[in-house]
């Protein structure tokens, strides 16, 4: 809610600064970066987190949410500056959805076939645990 509520806020400043009044969505460069920053792609952690979080190691999950989020934020500071500022965070986060949606598969697989053991789980995300050490 807060990362929402800073790049919202943001493009308000922007709105502002630039003379742009909704529901305008063209303009100046630079607002239309900081409004295609606070669109883009910001919701999706939402759809996979929830399902890898609860059958994940030590909150493997969760740690990639909080990186994801984080690279979004970096996404949004470097697409603000220039459209190419963008690009290292956007390929970040992109891999951090991809763990992130491996760990759902994992787990919804864990949940609807193994249901009392998690022993196989942890031996397949054993990797993951040694890269985070």
């Known amino acids: 809610v807060l990362f929402l509520a800073y790049f919202t806020l943001q493009v308000i400043y922007a709105r502002r600064k630039f003379k742009i009044s909704p529901p305008e969505t063209t303009g100046h460069p630079e607002f239309e970066r900081i409004f295609r920053a606070q669109v883009e792609k910001f919701i999706s952690h939402k759809k996979f987190t929830p399902h890898s979080a609860p059958l994940s190691p030590a909150g493997v999950a969760a740690v990639c949410g909080l990186l994801y989020l984080y690279t979004r934020f970096k996404y949004f500071q470097g697409y603000a500056v220039a459209a190419q500022g963008r690009l290292g965070p956007m390929y970040a986060s992109a891999r951090l959805l991809w763990l992130l949606l491996g760990l759902a ?23 993951l645990q040694l890269l985070g050490a």
């Open 105 to 127: 598969v994992a787990g919804l697989l864990a949940h609807f076939l193994l249901p009392s053991s998690y022993a196989w789980m942890a031996a397949l995300l054993q990797p």
